[in-house]
């Protein structure tokens, strides 16, 4: 529905546009179409002598070309009393064009509006109608002269022929309706009315509609082919091809001064017809120089020399051959031809042969026939057609790579508004942007998590140094990354599955852990499904149990162990197939620099054959205006399992790096020894002293130098298959260079490489992006991307830290690490064990040997108190015996009395 509209309708509001605002500027091109248009309308005035002139009949044609409808007579006689000023009613060059430019053929309004409204509104406006109406019929707003209509725009009035009349008015306001109408002029109902059929992308118009929107559409054919391609796609119509359609003239012709000049040349045509008295058929015949039933270009620009077209040109001829030929093949068939000069023939009068009286039949039967005009031109022709066709394609190409840069343009936002949604899904976002600051930053790997509201977040697990932007793709959590695209098929798989590290699958066993023991009872039942006859037992627990539970718990195991969801995971691509992953704005290479070093985690089957190639990584956008085999890979792997930047037989300059090669010492020569187990010993001296002797000759002759050693590989550090490999690219596109490390240590160094190829845009081709051939497959289970050319240490520790987080690798270097630890634990406590006892010993020794003197001290103490002992009672012994002399001596002289001698 449209909605015709006036917020107010006295004069001063709702008028005509004047001549001075309604004037065009023209542009060289609309007035150099303007000039050959005048030049070709001015057929009547030429042939009165009157050059670059129009005369009454050339204007009425003018007028008609312009507007699409016949002027009446009252409307010349404005016309050349307006803007005339010679003698007779003739119009100059400068006089068309101000009629042209004046808007007195095209009145529009000032303050009238159409606006497409849904239905919901239209009904809404109307249900307002009505109720105002019953209020105040006079007036919808108050105090306010707003006049309203509804209109349905698809369909025109009935009867009405032409352009459309803005559609059948639907209901209107008292002072509009459909009798008395709106007053709209025709031309301005006519715009709304097929710009909204546009609108609607309807491709099917009349030649007066088409005409209509080419003066009303403004901006170049490109951007109503836009306008009009992104409205189809949002109303999710049909795809049909407007090159196949009436809709064509509007995509092709550039505007109304165009349009204008295709129209006077068909008038021409039709006029220079007329005066030699010729049919359309008969002048057709006498054009067809080869009677092929199509006018070749050379054939038409023949035509047009013969009919005598004023200042023709090869260029003009080309316009008029494009104008007409509406499949694109290059040449005007019949239907082309009367089709283009349809618009000139009057409609409403009969042409001679349709009249077919007598009079005409015997004209016809006496004309003479007319001698075939010859063509001219063709090389000139051909050459401007071939420009034309070189500039549409390169148009076409430029258009096409406006549409991928604007589509991209847009899927880059729609990628970052995902990837900040997924950042609060469980996991995190992946691929995962962190910025790592100035300085050495170890970030969390990735069994470490940050605990969020909503859950947890992985992080990468790479260490840089420096303000580095880092994106992780991960493939290890059985979910692909963001905008992840393949073509062929991918699958994920655990990662140790097909390894050794894939443990094989335990048989079943009781509640208690015990092993059964295969063994029939068809009498019992089966301690899980409760059925009879079992096939195994536990005779610890005197359980049993039938073969279906038993081989069930086996495949549920299986099926288990390879379950990529309960797992950690790796995406294995078979052959041919390959993946596309985007990069986020805040990742990938360096703004200013555009540096950048890409890290996989890679595992392939086998490498390439000799002579063959594998693509790994491509970081450029695919050309569009290349053929599918001529894409190229950035990086390669070559049968050697050397990784380059480009194919070795393309001439790039590739220069492998040779590992140190570890060539151990010469072993000794072997000394051959004899003894005889079997004879006596002093056969045996014998044969020993020989066999010496026999020995000692080949060592003195042996040379000083040692025999070389053959070192296992070439010596350059290489792709092995079936084993995992960090490949770390680092990448310098503005010096073409690109240096390849293989878990840290560098492989090679691809010099001389064009720049376009190794800047990284916001998408990345892994495993493939040139020719089938070379895509081969592989696992991966990482790519990081960081935001610099690393180099050395730097690479060597993104390598470590990416292999200690793969589970078949830093894991079983951690387990490694706790069976070493656990042995030098162990080590250092026998040692501290023998130590302490040592000191145990030493201590009890010295001990011992304190005790030991200590008793010979003592020892000697004793004998040394013994003997003085001795001594002692031999003193008191003798002092007892003087004592006792004395005493007698005493009791001899005095008795002493008994209390002294009892105290004695």
């Known amino acids: 529905m449209v909605l015709e509209f006036a917020p107010s309708t006295t004069a001063d509001d709702l008028r005509l546009r004047t001549q001075e605002e309604e004037q065009v500027q023209l542009t060289e091109t609309q007035r150099n179409a303007l000039r050959k248009a005048h030049m070709l309308l001015g057929f009547h005035a030429s042939s009165e002598g009157n050059l670059n002139y129009l005369a009454r009949e050339d204007l009425r044609h003018a007028v008609h070309a312009f507007t699409d409808e016949k002027p009446s007579e009252q409307v010349l006689d404005n016309i050349i009393a307006r803007f005339s000023k010679e003698k007779g009613g003739y119009l100059n060059f400068d006089e068309f064009t101000a009629l042209l430019t004046s808007g007195l053929l095209h009145p529009q309004h000032v303050g009238r509006y159409y606006v497409a409204v849904s239905l919901a509104e239209a009904e809404t406006i109307r249900r307002i109608l009505h109720i105002r109406k019953r209020k105040d019929p006079n007036h919808i707003i108050p105090k306010q002269s707003t006049e309203v209509a509804l209109r349905y725009s698809p369909m025109a009035t009935p009867g009405l022929v032409g352009a459309g009349d803005g559609g059948v008015i639907f209901d209107a306001s008292t002072k509009w309706n459909a009798v008395t109408g709106t007053g709209a002029t025709p031309f301005e109902a006519a715009v709304a009315h097929n710009s909204f059929r546009f609108f609607d992308c309807d491709m099917h118009f009349s030649l007066p509609a088409l005409n209509v929107l080419v003066r009303s559409l403004r901006g170049s054919t490109r951007d109503r082919e836009r306008f009009f391609f992104s409205t189809v796609g949002c109303r999710r119509r049909m795809e049909r091809k407007w090159q196949e359609t009436p809709l064509a003239k509007v995509f092709t012709v550039p505007d109304e001064w165009a349009a204008l000049k295709q129209q006077a040349q068909a008038v021409f045509i039709i006029e220079a017809l007329k005066a030699r008295n010729l049919t359309l058929w008969e002048a057709f015949s006498a054009f067809d120089y080869d009677n092929n039933g199509i006018l070749a270009p050379s054939e038409f620009y023949g035509a047009l020399r013969w009919l005598g077209v004023p200042n023709l040109t090869a260029e003009d001829v080309v316009d008029f051959i494009e ?4 499949n694109n093949d290059g040449m005007v068939d019949y239907k082309e031809y009367m089709d283009m000069l349809s618009f000139a023939e009057d409609p409403t009068e009969e042409s001679a042969e349709e009249k077919g009286n007598d009079a005409t039949d015997a004209a016809a039967e006496n004309r003479v026939p007319i001698a075939k005009v010859e063509p001219f031109g063709a090389e000139v022709l051909r050459e401007i057609m071939v420009q034309r066709r070189q500039a549409e394609q390169a148009r076409i190409r430029e258009e096409r790579q406006r549409k991928q840069a604007y589509h991209d343009a847009l899927d880059v936002k729609v990628f970052e508004e995902e990837l900040e949604a997924s950042r609060l899904r469980k996991g995190g976002a992946n691929p995962a942007v962190i910025t790592l600051p100035e300085g050495p930053r170890v970030t969390k790997t990735a069994t470490e998590t940050v605990e969020a509201a909503d859950g947890a977040e992985l992080v990468p697990t790479v260490t840089t140094k420096g303000d580095i932007c880092v994106t992780d793709f991960r493939f290890s959590t059985n979910q692909h990354p963001l905008r992840f695209i393949a073509t062929g098929k991918s699958t994920f798989y655990p990662i140790n599955f097909g390894t050794a590290a894939d443990p094989p699958v335990k048989p079943m066993r009781c509640a208690k852990k015990h092993v059964l023991s295969e063994y029939s009872y068809y009498w019992m039942d089966c301690e899980r499904c409760h059925k009879k006859s079992t096939n195994w037992c536990c005779w610890s627990c005197y359980k049993f149990f039938c073969s279906t539970c038993y081989d069930g718990e086996k495949r549920s195991k299986e099926l288990d162990r390879r379950d990529p969801s309960k797992h950690p995971t790796f995406l294995r691509c078979l052959n041919a197939c390959s993946f596309s992953l985007q990069v986020p ?102 044969e020993a002293t020989e066999s010496t002797e026999a020995t000692a000759e080949p060592v003195a002759e042996a040379p000083e130098v040692p025999k070389k050693v053959k070192p296992v590989g070439s010596g350059i550090v290489k792709v092995r298959p079936q084993r995992w490999v960090v490949v770390s690219i680092s990448v310098n596109p503005a010096e073409g260079t690109l240096s390849a490390y293989l878990d840290g240590k560098l492989c090679s160094v691809s010099t001389d490489l064009d720049p376009s190829d190794l800047r990284l845009h916001h998408k990345v081709v892994v495993l493939g992006g040139g020719k089938q051939a070379h895509m081969r497959g592989g696992d991966i289970r990482r790519m990081v991307i960081h935001s610099d050319a690393l180099q050395g240490p730097d690479v060597m520790d993104v390598y470590l830290r990416l292999a200690n987080d793969h589970p078949g690798i830093g894991g079983r270097a951690v387990r490694i690490q706790a069976v070493y630890r656990g042995y030098m634990m162990r080590k250092r406590r026998d040692e501290e064990i023998a130590r302490n006892k040592a000191e145990f010993d030493r201590e009890n020794a010295e001990e011992e040997a304190v005790e030991e003197k200590k008793e010979e001290v003592e020892g000697e103490t004793k004998e040394e108190g013994k003997e003085g002992e001795s001594a002692q009672v031999a003193a008191g012994e003798g002092e007892d015996a003087v004592a006792e002399g004395s005493s007698a001596e005493a009791k001899e002289e005095v008795e002493d009395p008994p209390v002294v001698a009892a105290v004695a």
């Open 323 to 326: 104008a007409a030929d509406t």
């Open 585 to 686: 704005l805040a990742g990938g290479a360096c703004p200013t620099t555009g540096k950048y070093t890409l890290s996989l985690e890679l595992r392939f089957d086998k490498l390439p054959l000799k002579g063959n190639m594998q693509s790994l990584l491509r970081f450029s956008l695919p050309d569009l205006n290349q053929a599918r085999k001529l894409h190229r890979t950035s990086v390669y792997l070559n049968a050697d399992g050397i990784v380059v930047g480009r194919p070795l037989e393309s001439g790039g300059g590739v220069d492998p790096v040779p590992e140190p090669v570890y060539v151990p010492p010469p072993k000794p020569a072997p000394v051959e020894t004899a003894a005889a187990e079997s004879k006596t010993a002093e056969e045996g001296a014998t």
